[in-house]
C-alpha cells in the first residue's frame, strides 16, 4: 500500500489535438512546483499520480500543487493492488470508525470479475461489520471511500477531492507584461491572467527616494505570491523619478497622475516588446479612482501602438477584488502602509476626465523621449 496524490486537470480536456502539448507544459509547471522535493510524476490515463515522495511531505506537495494552473483537483490516495482484500485494508485506512459513510467505485477495469455496484457493497458490508458504529447514509455521509479501480491492475482508494487553482498551464497562452504596484489590485489581476495560462512577468514603477525601500520591498513580495503561480516570473523595476519631477516642475499639478500613467505605459510597452511579451496588463477597474474613468483609460491607450491591453478587473467591485486578493495569498501584504510613486507630489484635484487635447498640451512641455532613455538606463531585473 502506497500513499499517492492524483491529480485532475480541467479544461485540458477540451483541448484536442493540441492536448499532447497541454499535458507537457502542466507536468513541466508540477515538476517546476515540486523542484527539490523527492517525488515521481506518472501519467495514467486522464490524470497525473505524483508518487515516491515521503509521507511527511505530502502536506507541502498538496499545497505547491494547489498552486499549479490547469489542475482541477487533488486526492491523497492509497494505492494498491486490485484485490478485495487490498482494497478492503486501504477502505479501512481512510475510514473513520465511526459516523455516516457511502462507498463510491468506479471501475475502469473492466475484466475485474465485479463491477463497481458489488464492490461498493462488498467493502461497505466489510466495514460495516468491523465498526460497529458506523452507518451507511447515501444522501449526507460523513465521508465518502471513493474506490477508483484502474486499468492497470492497482486501485486507488481516497476520502477527498481537494480543489486545484483551476485555469490553464502557465505557458499555453503566450507571455504579458503586467504594470504591478504596491496595491491590491495588480497582482489579482496578473494571477486572473497566468490562470487562463499566461506566462506574466512584471514591472514596478518606484520614485525612490520619494518612495523608501519598504515600498520596493513590498512589491517584491507580491511579486513573488504570483511567481509561485507561475513556477517563476521577472521583475522589472523602473525609476520615474526624475520623471515625476519635470513633470511637477513644468507641468499642471492636475495632470500629474495622467502624464505619469501615459509614461509607465510608454515605457512598459518598450520593456515587454524587447522581452517578448505580447499585451500589457494592468489593475484598473472602471471607474474605481479618478484615474480609471474611461477618459484616462483612453489617455493612457493613446500612447500604446502596439500590444493589446488587458485590464481583466474592469468588471470587478473591490470587494470581489479584495476577495480574489485573500484567496491568492496577496492581500495582507498588498495592505502594508508604503505608499507607491502615484502618491509623490500628487494634486489635491487630479484632473478626473481628462481631455486628450489638454493632456497633450501638457505633455508638450517635456522631452518624452530623454525622459523615457533616461528611465530606461534605471532599468533592474530580478528573475523571482
Ligand atoms: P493597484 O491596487 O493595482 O495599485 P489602484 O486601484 O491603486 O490599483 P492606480 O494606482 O490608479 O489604481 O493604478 C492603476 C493601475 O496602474 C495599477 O493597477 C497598475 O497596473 C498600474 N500602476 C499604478 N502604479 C504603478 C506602479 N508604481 N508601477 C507599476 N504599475 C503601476
Ligand atoms: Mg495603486
Partial sequence: MEKVIIIRYSEIHLKGKNRGYFERVLILNMEKALKGIKHEIKRTSGRYLVEGFEEFQ?????????KVFGIHSLSVALKVNTAMNEIYSAAKDVSFDKGSFKVVTHRADKSFNLNSMQISAEIGGRLLSCYKNLKVDVHNPSFT??????????????????????????????????????????????????????????????????????????VIELAEVLSRYEGGMKLYIVSV????????????????????????????????????????????????????????????????????????????????????????????????????????????????????????????KLDIETLIDEALNSLEVLSL
Fill in 58 to 66: 505530502t502536506e507541502e506537495i498538496l499545497s505547491k500543487l494547489k
Fill in 145 to 218: 471511500v471513493n474506490i477508483d479501480v484502474r486499468e492497470d491492475g492497482t486501485t486507488l482508494v481516497f476520502n477527498e477531492f481537494l480543489k486545484g487553482a483551476g485555469g490553464m498551464p502557465v505557458g499555453t497562452s503566450g507571455k504579458g507584461l503586467l504594470l504591478i504596484s504596491g496595491g491590491i489590485d495588480s497582482p489579482v489581476a496578473g494571477h486572473m491572467i497566468a490562470k487562463r495560462g499566461m506566462q506574466v512577468d512584471g514591472i514596478h514603477f518606484h520614485s525612490y527616494p520619494y518612495t523608501n525601500m519598504q515600498a520596493r520591498d513590498k
Fill in 241 to 364: 523619478t526624475h520623471i515625476q519631477e519635470e513633470i511637477h516642475k513644468r507641468c499642471n499639478g492636475e495632470y500629474m497622475v495622467t502624464l505619469l500613467r501615459r509614461f509607465m505605459m510608454r515605457i512598459a510597452e518598450r520593456v515587454g516588446k524587447s522581452n517578448g511579451a505580447q499585451c500589457l496588463i494592468t489593475g484598473e477597474s472602471l471607474g474605481q479612482v479618478a484615474s480609471q474613468t474611461i477618459e484616462g483609460m483612453t489617455s493612457s491607450n493613446s500612447v500604446i501602438n502596439n500590444l493589446p491591453v488587458l485590464r481583466p478587473l474592469c468588471g470587478f467591485d473591490k470587494d470581489e477584488i479584495i476577495e480574489r486578493s485573500r484567496d491568492m495569498g496577496a492581500f495582507e501584504i498588498s495592505i502594508r502602509p508604503y505608499e507607491d510613486c502615484c502618491t509623490v507630489f500628487l494634486p489635491k484635484h487630479p484632473v478626473i476626465k481628462p481631455a486628450l487635447s489638454n493632456v497633450l498640451e501638457e505633455e508638450s
